[in-house]
């Protein structure tokens, strides 16, 4: 993933006359990719992801528990465990 911060060093150093292949370098990043940003001059634009949380039907559960006490998060896990939560399938 490049940053807004990353692409501007990139086109502030090919300004500079840095190489595609020198930028890379500097910045850790491929040299295609320095590439990419250079040719396209637009800042990178991600979706966001809605994603859910799996721990979403035991927020309030949560909640309520760290009202009563400062609990830490192994604690909090293993209350939710408890509780009937499953870790979801890895791929």
Not at 18 to 39: C, H, M, N, P, Q
Request: hydrophobic share 30%; with cysteine; proline share 2%.
């Amino acid at each position: 993933m490049v940053y807004k911060e990353t692409c501007m060093d990139i086109w502030s150093l090919k300004r500079q006359g840095f190489s595609d292949r020198a930028i890379g370098k500097r910045l850790g990043i491929d040299r295609r990719t320095v590439k990419k940003y250079i040719e396209t001059v637009e800042l990178p634009r991600y979706k966001k992801v809605n994603r859910k949380s799996g721990l979403e039907a035991y927020h309030e559960l949560i909640k309520g528990w760290l009202a009563d006490d400062d609990y830490q998060a192994t604690n909090l896990y293993e209350k939710v465990i408890l509780q009937g939560y499953r870790l979801p399938q890895q791929n």
